[in-house]
Protein backbone atom coordinates (compact mmCIF):
# COMPACT_ATOMS: atom_id res chain seq x y z
CA UNK A 1 0.00 0.00 0.00
CA UNK A 2 1.34 3.34 -0.75
CA UNK A 3 2.42 5.90 1.84
CA UNK A 4 1.32 9.63 1.61
CA UNK A 5 2.29 12.25 3.94
CA UNK A 6 -0.02 15.47 4.11
CA UNK A 7 2.14 18.34 5.08
CA UNK A 8 -0.50 21.07 5.71
CA UNK A 9 -1.58 23.61 8.72
CA UNK A 10 -5.03 23.99 8.27
CA UNK A 11 -6.02 21.16 10.30
CA UNK A 12 -9.57 20.68 8.81
CA UNK A 13 -8.54 20.62 5.66
CA UNK A 14 -5.73 18.06 5.99
CA UNK A 15 -8.50 15.42 7.64
CA UNK A 16 -10.55 15.91 4.81
CA UNK A 17 -8.08 14.94 2.91
CA UNK A 18 -6.30 12.32 4.50
CA UNK A 19 -10.14 10.90 5.34
CA UNK A 20 -10.67 11.00 0.98
CA UNK A 21 -7.03 9.55 0.20
CA UNK A 22 -7.74 6.94 2.84
CA UNK A 23 -10.66 5.59 1.76
CA UNK A 24 -9.18 5.17 -2.02
CA UNK A 25 -6.63 3.38 -0.38
CA UNK A 26 -3.66 4.83 0.47
CA UNK A 27 -1.88 4.58 3.85
CA UNK A 28 -2.17 8.81 4.64
CA UNK A 29 -0.31 10.29 7.76
CA UNK A 30 -0.37 14.12 8.11
CA UNK A 31 1.49 17.06 10.08
CA UNK A 32 1.66 20.51 10.43
CA UNK A 33 4.76 22.01 9.47
CA UNK A 34 7.98 21.34 7.77
CA UNK A 35 10.09 20.43 11.37
CA UNK A 36 7.38 17.62 11.58
CA UNK A 37 7.79 16.73 8.11
CA UNK A 38 11.58 15.88 8.45
CA UNK A 39 10.89 13.99 11.46
CA UNK A 40 8.07 11.69 9.85
CA UNK A 41 10.28 11.26 6.28
CA UNK A 42 13.59 10.83 8.76
CA UNK A 43 11.88 8.17 10.51
CA UNK A 44 9.60 6.10 7.33
CA UNK A 45 9.41 5.82 3.76
CA UNK A 46 6.76 7.39 2.21
CA UNK A 47 5.30 7.07 -1.47
CA UNK A 48 4.67 10.55 -2.05
CA UNK A 49 4.73 13.74 -0.34
CA UNK A 50 1.82 16.48 -0.49
CA UNK A 51 2.95 19.63 1.11
CA UNK A 52 1.54 22.55 1.36
CA UNK A 53 3.60 25.83 -0.15
CA UNK A 54 2.61 28.27 3.39
CA UNK A 55 3.48 26.15 6.80
CA UNK A 56 3.64 27.97 9.82
CA UNK A 57 7.85 27.48 10.50
CA UNK A 58 9.12 27.44 6.63
CA UNK A 59 7.66 26.74 3.35
CA UNK A 60 7.28 24.02 0.57
CA UNK A 61 10.20 24.95 -0.87
CA UNK A 62 12.64 24.64 2.53
CA UNK A 63 11.27 21.36 2.70
CA UNK A 64 12.17 20.42 -1.23
CA UNK A 65 15.85 21.18 -0.65
CA UNK A 66 15.93 19.59 2.31
CA UNK A 67 14.69 16.08 0.84
CA UNK A 68 16.91 17.22 -1.80
CA UNK A 69 20.15 17.03 0.72
CA UNK A 70 18.95 13.84 2.21
CA UNK A 71 18.69 12.06 -0.68
CA UNK A 72 14.90 11.16 0.09
CA UNK A 73 13.51 10.45 -3.47
CA UNK A 74 9.75 10.41 -3.01
CA UNK A 75 7.68 12.52 -5.54
CA UNK A 76 6.35 15.91 -4.10
CA UNK A 77 3.34 17.41 -5.10
CA UNK A 78 3.02 21.03 -3.96
CA UNK A 79 -0.43 22.59 -3.53
CA UNK A 80 -0.72 26.56 -4.00
CA UNK A 81 -2.84 29.68 -4.36
CA UNK A 82 -2.85 30.75 -8.23
CA UNK A 83 -1.63 33.95 -6.77
CA UNK A 84 1.17 32.22 -6.03
CA UNK A 85 1.99 30.28 -9.57
CA UNK A 86 5.71 31.58 -9.95
CA UNK A 87 6.37 29.36 -6.42
CA UNK A 88 4.87 26.77 -8.19
CA UNK A 89 7.02 27.19 -10.72
CA UNK A 90 10.18 27.37 -8.19
CA UNK A 91 9.41 24.48 -6.55
CA UNK A 92 9.52 22.62 -9.51
CA UNK A 93 12.37 23.67 -10.31
CA UNK A 94 13.98 22.39 -7.14
CA UNK A 95 12.26 18.66 -7.58
CA UNK A 96 8.77 18.95 -7.10
CA UNK A 97 6.96 16.06 -9.20
CA UNK A 98 3.94 18.60 -9.80
CA UNK A 99 1.90 21.54 -8.17
CA UNK A 100 -2.12 21.39 -7.79
CA UNK A 101 -4.11 25.05 -7.07
CA UNK A 102 -6.37 25.37 -3.92
CA UNK A 103 -9.36 25.20 -3.61
CA UNK A 104 -8.03 21.61 -4.68
CA UNK A 105 -10.18 19.70 -7.21
CA UNK A 106 -9.82 15.87 -5.35
CA UNK A 107 -10.26 14.39 -8.77
CA UNK A 108 -7.40 16.06 -10.28
CA UNK A 109 -5.63 15.47 -7.32
CA UNK A 110 -5.82 11.93 -7.50
CA UNK A 111 -5.12 11.82 -11.25
CA UNK A 112 -1.94 13.77 -9.89
CA UNK A 113 -1.29 11.15 -7.51
CA UNK A 114 -1.27 8.56 -9.37
CA UNK A 115 0.94 9.87 -12.32
CA UNK A 116 2.90 11.00 -9.51
CA UNK A 117 3.17 7.45 -8.08
CA UNK A 118 3.66 5.22 -12.01
CA UNK A 119 6.59 7.81 -12.63
CA UNK A 120 8.48 6.95 -9.96
CA UNK A 121 7.75 3.26 -10.73
CA UNK A 122 9.61 3.84 -13.88
CA UNK A 123 13.49 2.75 -13.38
CA UNK A 124 15.45 5.38 -14.84
CA UNK A 125 17.16 3.58 -17.52
CA UNK A 126 14.06 2.35 -19.20
CA UNK A 127 12.65 3.23 -22.48
CA UNK A 128 10.03 5.06 -20.61
CA UNK A 129 12.44 7.59 -18.87
CA UNK A 130 12.27 11.10 -19.44
CA UNK A 131 15.65 11.62 -22.07
CA UNK A 132 18.60 12.42 -20.49
CA UNK A 133 19.62 15.53 -22.32
CA UNK A 134 16.89 17.39 -20.36
CA UNK A 135 15.94 15.12 -17.25
CA UNK A 136 13.67 15.16 -14.77
CA UNK A 137 13.70 18.70 -13.64
CA UNK A 138 14.04 20.46 -16.92
CA UNK A 139 10.82 18.25 -17.89
CA UNK A 140 9.08 19.75 -14.44
CA UNK A 141 9.99 23.20 -14.79
CA UNK A 142 9.37 23.72 -18.25
CA UNK A 143 6.01 22.12 -17.58
CA UNK A 144 5.59 24.67 -14.86
CA UNK A 145 6.62 27.54 -16.76
CA UNK A 146 4.07 26.57 -19.30
CA UNK A 147 1.24 26.37 -16.53
CA UNK A 148 2.61 29.80 -15.32
CA UNK A 149 2.25 31.32 -18.67
CA UNK A 150 -1.14 29.55 -19.14
CA UNK A 151 -2.30 31.29 -16.23
CA UNK A 152 -0.73 34.68 -17.13
CA UNK A 153 -3.09 34.22 -20.44
CA UNK A 154 -5.72 33.11 -19.34
CA UNK A 155 -6.40 29.42 -19.68
CA UNK A 156 -5.45 28.04 -16.81
CA UNK A 157 -8.88 27.78 -14.70
CA UNK A 158 -10.59 30.56 -13.21
CA UNK A 159 -9.70 32.08 -9.53
CA UNK A 160 -12.79 30.41 -7.88
CA UNK A 161 -14.16 28.51 -5.15
CA UNK A 162 -16.47 25.95 -5.51
CA UNK A 163 -19.87 26.27 -2.88
CA UNK A 164 -20.17 22.90 -0.40
CA UNK A 165 -23.80 22.77 -0.65
CA UNK A 166 -26.16 20.40 -2.27
CA UNK A 167 -27.23 22.97 -4.90
CA UNK A 168 -23.76 24.44 -5.40
CA UNK A 169 -22.34 20.90 -5.99
CA UNK A 170 -25.00 19.90 -8.37
CA UNK A 171 -24.13 23.24 -10.27
CA UNK A 172 -20.74 22.06 -10.85
CA UNK A 173 -21.17 18.44 -11.53
CA UNK A 174 -23.62 19.61 -14.19
CA UNK A 175 -20.85 22.03 -15.56
CA UNK A 176 -18.56 19.36 -15.52
CA UNK A 177 -21.32 17.19 -17.63
CA UNK A 178 -22.13 19.76 -20.14
CA UNK A 179 -18.41 21.06 -20.52
CA UNK A 180 -16.78 18.88 -22.90
CA UNK A 181 -20.21 18.48 -25.26
CA UNK A 182 -20.87 21.22 -28.08
CA UNK A 183 -24.22 21.78 -26.74
CA UNK A 184 -25.76 25.33 -26.54
CA UNK A 185 -26.07 25.80 -23.07
CA UNK A 186 -28.91 28.66 -21.56
CA UNK A 187 -27.52 29.56 -18.06
CA UNK A 188 -30.59 31.54 -16.58
CA UNK A 189 -30.41 33.20 -12.61
CA UNK A 190 -30.58 36.62 -10.82
CA UNK A 191 -27.88 39.10 -11.09
CA UNK A 192 -24.54 38.93 -9.23
CA UNK A 193 -24.85 35.03 -9.04
CA UNK A 194 -22.37 34.51 -11.37
CA UNK A 195 -23.66 33.69 -15.07
CA UNK A 196 -20.53 34.36 -16.90
CA UNK A 197 -18.11 32.98 -14.29
CA UNK A 198 -20.03 29.70 -15.30
CA UNK A 199 -19.83 30.61 -18.90
CA UNK A 200 -15.69 31.13 -18.81
CA UNK A 201 -15.60 27.70 -16.80
CA UNK A 202 -17.52 25.86 -19.49
CA UNK A 203 -15.28 27.45 -22.59
CA UNK A 204 -12.09 26.22 -20.10
CA UNK A 205 -13.42 23.19 -19.95
CA UNK A 206 -14.48 22.25 -23.33
CA UNK A 207 -12.18 20.67 -26.38
CA UNK A 208 -11.96 24.65 -27.31
CA UNK A 209 -10.53 25.88 -24.47
CA UNK A 210 -7.02 27.39 -26.44
CA UNK A 211 -9.57 28.87 -28.52
CA UNK A 212 -11.26 32.36 -28.26
CA UNK A 213 -13.99 33.15 -25.25
CA UNK A 214 -16.04 36.04 -26.39
CA UNK A 215 -18.36 37.85 -24.76
CA UNK A 216 -21.05 40.09 -25.59
CA UNK A 217 -23.36 41.97 -23.32
CA UNK A 218 -26.88 41.76 -25.24
CA UNK A 219 -28.46 44.86 -23.38
CA UNK A 220 -25.35 47.01 -23.76
CA UNK A 221 -25.88 46.91 -27.80
CA UNK A 222 -27.79 49.87 -29.64
CA UNK A 223 -30.24 48.44 -31.72
CA UNK A 224 -29.21 50.19 -34.99
CA UNK A 225 -25.72 48.67 -34.33
CA UNK A 226 -26.53 45.03 -33.52
CA UNK A 227 -26.05 43.59 -36.53
CA UNK A 228 -22.34 45.28 -37.12
CA UNK A 229 -21.49 43.92 -33.32
CA UNK A 230 -22.54 40.37 -34.35
CA UNK A 231 -21.43 40.35 -37.76
CA UNK A 232 -18.83 43.26 -38.42
CA UNK A 233 -19.30 45.64 -41.13
CA UNK A 234 -17.14 46.40 -44.00
CA UNK A 235 -15.78 50.06 -44.88
CA UNK A 236 -18.36 52.83 -45.80
CA UNK A 237 -21.62 50.48 -45.20
CA UNK A 238 -23.49 52.99 -43.23
CA UNK A 239 -22.45 56.62 -41.74
CA UNK A 240 -20.17 55.98 -39.36
CA UNK A 241 -18.04 52.76 -40.77
CA UNK A 242 -14.49 54.16 -41.36
CA UNK A 243 -12.78 50.98 -41.10
CA UNK A 244 -14.12 47.16 -41.80
CA UNK A 245 -15.02 45.71 -38.11
CA UNK A 246 -14.70 42.03 -37.19
CA UNK A 247 -17.75 41.06 -35.25
CA UNK A 248 -18.59 39.10 -32.43
CA UNK A 249 -19.30 35.17 -34.11
CA UNK A 250 -16.09 35.75 -36.52
CA UNK A 251 -13.76 36.59 -33.06
CA UNK A 252 -15.11 33.77 -31.19
CA UNK A 253 -14.71 31.40 -34.62
CA UNK A 254 -13.19 27.80 -33.00
CA UNK A 255 -14.04 29.13 -29.55
CA UNK A 256 -17.26 30.02 -27.65
CA UNK A 257 -19.35 33.05 -27.75
CA UNK A 258 -20.79 33.85 -24.40
CA UNK A 259 -24.26 36.51 -25.27
CA UNK A 260 -25.15 37.79 -21.85
CA UNK A 261 -28.62 38.93 -21.07
CA UNK A 262 -29.77 37.72 -23.93
CA UNK A 263 -33.61 38.27 -23.36
CA UNK A 264 -32.90 42.11 -24.24
CA UNK A 265 -32.27 41.24 -28.05
CA UNK A 266 -34.66 43.12 -30.25
CA UNK A 267 -37.12 40.75 -32.23
CA UNK A 268 -34.90 41.89 -35.82
CA UNK A 269 -31.73 41.18 -34.26
CA UNK A 270 -33.07 37.38 -32.89
CA UNK A 271 -33.71 36.39 -36.35
CA UNK A 272 -30.63 37.43 -37.78
CA UNK A 273 -29.29 35.63 -35.12
CA UNK A 274 -31.24 32.42 -35.32
CA UNK A 275 -30.07 32.37 -38.81
CA UNK A 276 -26.56 32.97 -38.42
CA UNK A 277 -26.62 30.06 -35.98
CA UNK A 278 -28.68 27.49 -38.33
CA UNK A 279 -26.77 27.77 -41.42
CA UNK A 280 -23.22 28.59 -39.48
CA UNK A 281 -22.26 31.09 -41.88
CA UNK A 282 -22.33 35.39 -41.36
CA UNK A 283 -22.08 38.06 -43.86
CA UNK A 284 -20.26 41.49 -43.24
CA UNK A 285 -23.01 44.57 -42.96
CA UNK A 286 -22.31 46.02 -46.74
CA UNK A 287 -20.77 42.88 -48.02
CA UNK A 288 -21.85 40.01 -50.02
CA UNK A 289 -19.46 37.15 -48.98
CA UNK A 290 -20.18 34.35 -46.81
CA UNK A 291 -17.81 33.74 -43.66
CA UNK A 292 -18.54 30.03 -42.39
CA UNK A 293 -18.14 30.01 -38.41
CA UNK A 294 -17.53 27.32 -36.06
CA UNK A 295 -18.95 28.31 -32.46
CA UNK A 296 -20.02 26.92 -29.51
CA UNK A 297 -23.35 29.43 -27.70
CA UNK A 298 -23.67 30.03 -24.30
CA UNK A 299 -26.28 32.26 -23.35
CA UNK A 300 -27.43 33.50 -20.01
CA UNK A 301 -30.38 36.30 -18.83
CA UNK A 302 -31.92 36.84 -15.37
CA UNK A 303 -35.50 37.10 -17.44
CA UNK A 304 -38.22 34.16 -17.77
CA UNK A 305 -37.95 33.62 -21.50
CA UNK A 306 -40.30 31.15 -21.67
CA UNK A 307 -42.99 34.01 -20.35
CA UNK A 308 -41.38 36.45 -22.81
CA UNK A 309 -42.13 33.53 -25.25
CA UNK A 310 -45.92 34.00 -24.77
CA UNK A 311 -46.13 37.74 -24.60
CA UNK A 312 -44.38 37.70 -28.67
CA UNK A 313 -41.22 39.40 -27.60
CA UNK A 314 -38.84 36.32 -27.94
CA UNK A 315 -39.11 33.51 -30.25
CA UNK A 316 -39.44 30.42 -29.90
CA UNK A 317 -37.39 28.82 -32.26
CA UNK A 318 -34.44 30.95 -31.74
CA UNK A 319 -35.04 29.74 -27.26
CA UNK A 320 -35.22 26.18 -28.65
CA UNK A 321 -31.91 26.80 -30.33
CA UNK A 322 -30.16 28.31 -27.40
CA UNK A 323 -31.40 25.88 -24.87
CA UNK A 324 -30.29 22.86 -25.44
CA UNK A 325 -29.29 22.42 -21.90
CA UNK A 326 -30.00 24.81 -19.09
CA UNK A 327 -27.82 25.63 -16.24
CA UNK A 328 -29.66 27.82 -12.90
CA UNK A 329 -27.43 29.57 -11.10
CA UNK A 330 -28.82 29.48 -7.56
CA UNK A 331 -28.96 32.25 -5.61
CA UNK A 332 -26.79 33.04 -2.33
CA UNK A 333 -29.39 32.57 0.16
CA UNK A 334 -29.77 29.20 -1.48
CA UNK A 335 -26.49 28.42 -0.67
CA UNK A 336 -26.72 29.97 3.02
CA UNK A 337 -24.16 26.84 4.76
CA UNK A 338 -21.53 28.52 2.19
CA UNK A 339 -21.68 32.28 2.54
CA UNK A 340 -18.51 31.73 5.32
CA UNK A 341 -17.11 29.94 2.44
CA UNK A 342 -17.35 32.41 0.08
CA UNK A 343 -16.90 35.67 2.57
CA UNK A 344 -13.02 33.80 3.40
CA UNK A 345 -12.62 33.42 -0.10
CA UNK A 346 -13.12 37.47 -1.27
CA UNK A 347 -11.22 38.68 1.70
CA UNK A 348 -7.92 36.55 0.59
CA UNK A 349 -8.68 38.45 -2.48
CA UNK A 350 -9.28 41.91 -0.81
CA UNK A 351 -6.32 41.10 1.65
CA UNK A 352 -3.78 40.59 -1.80
CA UNK A 353 -5.49 43.59 -3.97
CA UNK A 354 -5.16 45.87 -0.69
CA UNK A 355 -2.33 45.00 0.39
CA UNK A 356 -4.26 44.40 4.02
CA UNK A 357 -3.29 40.93 6.22
CA UNK A 358 -7.32 40.79 8.01
CA UNK A 359 -7.46 37.40 9.37
CA UNK A 360 -11.39 36.72 9.33
CA UNK A 361 -14.52 37.75 11.04
CA UNK A 362 -15.42 37.78 14.39
CA UNK A 363 -18.24 36.34 16.04
CA UNK A 364 -21.31 39.54 15.35
CA UNK A 365 -19.89 39.91 12.08
CA UNK A 366 -20.05 36.00 11.04
CA UNK A 367 -23.63 36.13 12.32
CA UNK A 368 -24.49 39.18 9.79
CA UNK A 369 -23.03 37.28 6.56
CA UNK A 370 -25.17 34.26 7.41
CA UNK A 371 -28.79 36.14 8.42
CA UNK A 372 -28.19 38.70 5.36
CA UNK A 373 -30.28 37.83 2.14
CA UNK A 374 -27.91 38.94 -0.03
CA UNK A 375 -30.17 40.08 -3.11
CA UNK A 376 -27.53 41.27 -4.77
CA UNK A 377 -25.96 37.85 -4.66
CA UNK A 378 -21.45 37.10 -4.84
CA UNK A 379 -21.41 40.71 -6.71
CA UNK A 380 -22.82 41.91 -3.17
CA UNK A 381 -21.18 39.63 -0.76
CA UNK A 382 -17.69 40.65 -2.56
CA UNK A 383 -18.05 44.36 -2.63
CA UNK A 384 -19.16 44.18 1.14
CA UNK A 385 -16.25 42.30 2.31
CA UNK A 386 -13.85 44.53 -0.08
CA UNK A 387 -15.38 47.51 1.42
CA UNK A 388 -14.59 46.33 4.76
CA UNK A 389 -11.39 44.72 4.51
CA UNK A 390 -10.15 48.27 3.14
CA UNK A 391 -11.83 49.75 6.62
CA UNK A 392 -10.50 47.31 8.77
CA UNK A 393 -8.13 48.71 11.33
CA UNK A 394 -7.99 45.79 13.78
CA UNK A 395 -7.37 41.40 12.95
CA UNK A 396 -10.95 40.79 12.42
CA UNK A 397 -13.64 42.45 10.30
CA UNK A 398 -16.51 43.57 13.00
CA UNK A 399 -19.89 44.82 12.12
CA UNK A 400 -18.65 48.14 12.26
CA UNK A 401 -17.15 47.89 8.80
CA UNK A 402 -19.72 45.96 7.06
CA UNK A 403 -22.36 48.24 4.61
CA UNK A 404 -25.71 49.01 6.68
CA UNK A 405 -27.47 46.63 4.58
CA UNK A 406 -26.28 43.74 5.44
CA UNK A 407 -25.68 44.39 9.31
CA UNK A 408 -29.43 45.68 9.67
CA UNK A 409 -31.59 42.63 9.88
CA UNK A 410 -28.95 40.85 11.64
CA UNK A 411 -29.52 39.95 15.23
CA UNK A 412 -26.48 40.09 18.06
CA UNK A 413 -24.26 37.00 17.81
CA UNK A 414 -25.43 34.07 19.88
CA UNK A 415 -23.47 33.78 22.91
CA UNK A 416 -22.05 29.74 23.59
CA UNK A 417 -20.56 28.18 26.58
CA UNK A 418 -18.75 24.64 27.27
CA UNK A 419 -18.73 24.86 30.78
CA UNK A 420 -21.89 23.10 31.09
CA UNK A 421 -21.27 19.50 29.70
CA UNK A 422 -24.60 18.61 30.23
CA UNK A 423 -25.16 20.77 27.46
CA UNK A 424 -22.11 20.58 25.96
CA UNK A 425 -23.07 19.01 22.41
CA UNK A 426 -26.18 20.90 21.77
CA UNK A 427 -23.63 24.24 22.09
CA UNK A 428 -21.60 22.98 19.99
CA UNK A 429 -24.44 22.17 17.10
CA UNK A 430 -25.77 25.79 18.02
CA UNK A 431 -22.37 27.10 17.23
CA UNK A 432 -21.82 25.08 13.98
CA UNK A 433 -25.01 25.80 13.06
CA UNK A 434 -24.68 30.20 13.85
CA UNK A 435 -21.39 29.70 11.85
CA UNK A 436 -23.00 28.17 8.86
CA UNK A 437 -21.11 24.68 8.96
CA UNK A 438 -17.79 26.39 9.14
CA UNK A 439 -15.85 24.87 11.77
CA UNK A 440 -13.32 27.36 12.35
CA UNK A 441 -15.46 29.86 12.86
CA UNK A 442 -17.93 27.74 14.78
CA UNK A 443 -14.74 26.82 17.03
CA UNK A 444 -14.11 31.20 17.46
CA UNK A 445 -17.65 31.62 18.56
CA UNK A 446 -17.34 28.57 21.09
CA UNK A 447 -13.67 29.83 22.55
CA UNK A 448 -12.37 26.88 21.25
CA UNK A 449 -9.38 25.87 19.07
CA UNK A 450 -9.89 23.89 16.10
CA UNK A 451 -8.38 20.42 17.32
CA UNK A 452 -10.71 20.32 20.27
CA UNK A 453 -13.34 20.62 18.57
CA UNK A 454 -12.28 17.65 16.06
CA UNK A 455 -12.28 16.01 18.97
CA UNK A 456 -15.34 17.12 20.58
CA UNK A 457 -17.19 16.30 17.11
CA UNK A 458 -15.48 13.29 17.16
CA UNK A 459 -16.61 12.38 20.91
CA UNK A 460 -20.36 12.97 20.04
CA UNK A 461 -20.34 11.00 16.28
CA UNK A 462 -21.34 15.12 14.87
CA UNK A 463 -20.90 15.05 11.13
Given at each position: MERILIVDDDITFALMLRTWLTKRGFDVESVGSVAAARTALAKGSYSLVLSDMRLPDEDGIALLQWMSGEGIAAPVIVMTSYAEIQNAVRSMKLGARDYVAKPVNPDELLKKIREALEAAAVPEDSDTAVRPERGARGERAERAERGARAV???????????????????????????????????????????????????????????????????????????????????????????????????????????????????????VQLLRALQERRIRRVGSTREIPVDIRLVTATNENLEAAIARGSFRADLFHRINEFTLRMPE?????????????????????????????????????????????????????????????????????????????????????SLRDPASEEEQIRRALSAAGGNKSQAAKLLGIDRKTLYNKLHLYGIE
Amino acid sequence: MERILIVDDDITFALMLRTWLTKRGFDVESVGSVAAARTALAKGSYSLVLSDMRLPDEDGIALLQWMSGEGIAAPVIVMTSYAEIQNAVRSMKLGARDYVAKPVNPDELLKKIREALEAAAVPEDSDTAVRPERGARGERAERAERGARAVRDGAEPLNYIEGRSDVARQLYEYVRLVAPTNMSVLVNGASGTGKEHVAQLIHRSSKRAGKPFVAVDCGAIPRELAASEFFGHVKGSFTGALTDKVGAFEAANGGTLFLDEVGNLTYETQVQLLRALQERRIRRVGSTREIPVDIRLVTATNENLEAAIARGSFRADLFHRINEFTLRMPELREMRGDILLFADFFLDQANRELGKRIVGFDAEAVAALTRCEWPGNLRQLKNAVKSATLLASGDYITCRELPAEVTAAAPAAPSFSLRDPASEEEQIRRALSAAGGNKSQAAKLLGIDRKTLYNKLHLYGIE
